[in-house]
């Protein structure tokens, strides 16, 4: 079975931006795939969602599952401090480059290789957030349970926190059906800033309670049409339908503030997305 990818123990430690601890190494089964995923990467616009979400420009961010930075960098410039946290080694590494680069402050954001299910940094947050389906890459009850219980704990008391999965328009049967067909035969092209890139995922295998898809995404960078590089990427993706969301995150005893369909502001269950906004109760 697949393990989540930000929810890992943390492991060791470096210097500036990057708190990692513990010398001991790790599987990262990312690094190899983590600079293709970061070109190949082409979310839904929420940046700008997130961005009004902050109470102020004082705010202080914790980002649940930051991978390469995509979101950490352009919060940074928005609020007092952005806190990331994930699992991969890889994709912190380039998310450091990144910060680096831009030339942000430690005292601005910081970045940590951590367990997203059994955190506890001994401060609160004025927003949490979890981009891009963080929330799904959680097979188990207990991971849910945990990443929840994290919110609880580092969520200031008028604090915002907000999880996002993607709308399952189907039944279980019609996905399943849907997914089978996505075989990894099936090419996807995009000329990227290191060359032209194809991708391809394999969603075959399924698990039906709860239910999770395994896909196992392949990055292949080519030249004069041959692979030069690869690199695969097996994810988990579990299915949260729009009553199920709710639910789980008002029986861990939070009150809902918002539901979207988008970061566009999209109705509920109108969107290709689900989008919660929610505080302590």
């Known amino acids: 079975m697949v393990v989540a990818a930000w929810a890992r123990p943390p492991r ?24 293709f995923y970061d070109l190949w990467a082409d979310p839904y616009d929420d940046v700008s969602f997130y961005r009004a979400q902050l109470p102020s420009p004082e705010a202080d961010v914790l980002e649940l599952g930051c991978g390469t930075g995509r979101v950490l960098l352009p919060m940074a410039e928005s609020c007092r401090f952005i806190h990331g946290i994930d699992h991969s080694p890889g994709m912190l590494d380039i998310c450091q480059r990144k910060l680096d680069d831009a030339q942000i402050a430690p005292g601005r954001a910081r970045i940590e290789q951590g367990d997203i299910t059994a955190l506890d ?4 947050f004025d927003l949490i957030t979890a981009p891009f389906r963080v929330m ?10 945990g990443l929840l219980d994290t919110i609880r704990r580092h969520l200031a008391p008028q604090g915002t926190a907000i999880l996002n999965t993607f709308f399952p328009r189907d039944d279980k049967q ?11 035969t099936e090419y996807f092209y995009k000329d990227t800033s290191i060359g032209r890139m194809r991708m391809t995922d394999d969603c075959r295998r399924f698990q039906s309670d709860p239910f999770v898809m395994f896909p196992v995404l392949r990055y292949e960078l080519l030249k004069n049409d041959k692979v030069i590089e690869s690199a695969e990427l097996p994810i988990s993706m579990r299915v949260w339908y729009p009553d ?6 008002t029986a861990a ?11 566009a502001g999209e109705p509920w269950g109108e969107g290709n997305e689900l989008v919660v906004t929610f505080t302590h109760g």
Do not use: C
Not at 253 to 263: P, S
């Open 12 to 35: 060791r430690t470096t210097r500036g931006h990057m708190s990692r601890k513990n010398p001991t190494m790790i599987n990262d089964y990312r690094e190899d795939a983590a600079r």
């Open 244 to 249: 199920e969301l709710l639910d789980v995150i």
């Open 253 to 263: 005893g939070f009150r809902v503030t918002g539901r979207f369909g988008g970061y």
């Open 121 to 124: 940094l001994g401060r609160t």
């Open 174 to 184: 019609t996905l399943m059906e849907r997914w089978e067909k996505r075989d990894g």
């Open 136 to 145: 799904q890459n959680l097979e188990t009850d207990a991971q849910i349970a």
